[in-house]
């Protein structure tokens, strides 16, 4: 009697043994599909990053132009394009009283200012011409009249500074902390300081 109850008691433990196995099993085969997803994940974010590590941020190449721009000069006109570069179209007011030299001094800021953005090269002006402001009503005047509001209207391109691809040294440097905010302000803080001298 004794040897049946041993030999059911070993039989319970090894369907016990058994029952476990086969949910350690299952519960292998759930992480297994885990895992694989994790694995095929990696893999397309490194496809990912290697795909955009080339591109250029148009959205911060903006940002930093718009930060640059000296303050009495506004945008009719800004393409960003990755492979052509800018393109842009400003205009900044002139007194009627004024020599033409004070207003195209705001120009001349404006292109110093862009040249001095680490992501932007070759800045040219296109074209600079007098006119008067034509996007919206003439101001007026105590007895009613229009007064034109007389500006400089000017183009200009650059280039965009493509970035490293990725796996290259250089690419590593370009992933550093500092930022194009960063290099934008002090693009502004030199050609501020270089005007008052």
């Given amino acids: 009697m004794g040897l049946v109850i041993e030999a059911k ?8 043994i058994q029952e476990s196995a086969n949910s350690q099993r299952v519960l292998a ?8 997803k994790e694995t095929e994940l990696q893999t397309r974010q490194t496809v990912a990053q290697t795909a955009l590590a080339g591109r250029v941020n148009v959205g911060q190449v903006a940002e930093d132009v718009s930060l640059v721009l000296p303050d009495e000069v506004w945008l009719d006109l800004l393409t960003i394009d990755e492979g052509t570069g800018i393109v ?30 680490p992501e932007l090269y070759d800045v040219w002006l296109t074209t600079a011409v007098n ?13 009613g009249s ?15 500074v493509r970035p ?31 005007g008052t001298q």
């Fill in 164 to 194: 490293p691809a990725a796996g290259t040294p250089a690419a590593a440097a370009a992933a550093s902390p500092s930022t194009p905010s960063a290099a934008a302000q002090g693009a502004v803080n030199a050609a501020n300081s270089a």
């Fill in 29 to 36: 085969e759930q992480l297994a599909i885990f895992q694989n």
């Fill in 131 to 143: 006119g008067q402001w034509a996007q919206w009503a003439p101001t007026s005047t105590n007895d």
């Fill in 88 to 117: 842009m179209t400003a205009q900044t007011p002139r007194n009627s009283g004024e020599s033409n030299d004070v207003a195209y001094k705001s120009v001349a800021k404006t292109l110093v200012r862009l040249n001095e953005l």
């Fill in 146 to 160: 229009n007064v034109p509001v007389n500006v400089v209207t000017f183009g200009a391109t650059t280039k965009i």
């Fill in 9 to 16: 008691s070993q039989s319970d433990n090894l369907q016990t």
